[in-house]
């Protein structure tokens, strides 16, 4: 089975502060995929990746940053937090068809 | 660009019965791939069933079908015999076939909540 880790399912950080959100895959998948969801707008592409130290923006990409040094890490960036950026922020990897996901992590940002 | 819509926000169904979630896409490309997802409240994502634009029967997975209508451009997922722990969001995605780099990016809808009862 494919798994997906996130590093935390529940964070709270301050206004200002750097963020980081840390994706593990286990199936040496090439694509790797950071979402944000929120109520009522469903799941919005924040970054992705299809190798490593590649990486392309999604449709929300601003505020936010990505680095994947190797194949199985994924990392999301948040500059400087902000209230806006509180969110669930779900991962995801994909080697074949259909994208597998992480459990996500709620992110309050006070 | 591409577009999906799901209109119900919310539905409920007893249990046992049938549910239909509704899903119409828009997308200019000749070729594409519409996915349906479970989220239950833990959060997580769960794939479902899987349609290519080019299969020629709907496709079906144990309770779960998809009644794929491509000239109205939907997409709806079938659940027969509900239970109680299909209670869960439900997304419907599109993609399309480049299946490299941006070609892989799913496109989704906003949900439907689904609440299933005795």
């Known amino acids: 089975d494919v798994k997906v880790t996130q590093s935390s399912r529940y964070l709270v950080k301050r206004t200002g502060e750097k963020v980081f959100l840390e994706c593990v895959q286990d199936?040496?998948?090439?694509?790797m995929f950071w979402y944000r969801q929120d109520p009522g707008l469903g799941l919005r592409l924040i970054y992705f990746?299809?190798?490593?130290?590649?990486?392309e923006k999604g449709d929300i990409p601003e505020g936010y940053s990505v680095s994947r040094e190797k194949k199985e890490r994924f990392s999301l960036i948040l500059e400087s937090a902000s209230t806006n950026q509180t969110s669930m922020y779900l991962c995801?990897?994909?080697?074949?068809?259909?994208?597998?996901f992480g459990p996500g992590t709620r992110l309050t940002v006070t | 660009a591409q577009k999906i819509t799901q209109t119900q926000p919310g539905m409920f169904v007893q249990e046992k019965e049938a549910v239909t979630l509704d899903c119409t896409y828009d997308?200019?490309?000749?070729?594409?791939?519409l996915f349906w997802y479970k989220q239950p409240s833990s959060g997580e994502m769960i794939f479902l069933i899987y349609?290519?634009?080019?299969?020629?029967q709907n496709a079906t997975e144990g309770r779960y079908s998809l009644n794929f209508q491509k000239a109205r451009k939907s997409a709806n997922l079938v659940i027969s015999a509900s239970q109680l722990g299909d209670s869960a969001m439900y997304f419907c995605?599109?993609?399309?076939?480049?299946?490299?780099?941006?070609?892989?990016?799913?496109?989704f809808g906003t949900g439907t909540q689904l609440k299933v009862e005795l």
């Open positions: 349609q290519g634009s080019y299969d020629q």
């Open positions: 990746s299809y190798d490593v130290k590649m990486k």
């Open positions: 995801a990897s994909q080697g074949g068809r259909e994208q597998y």
């Open positions: 995605a599109m993609r399309g076939y480049i299946l490299t780099g941006g070609g892989n990016k799913l496109t």
């Open positions: 997308t200019s490309d000749p070729s594409y791939g």
């Open positions: 199936m040496d998948h090439e694509n």
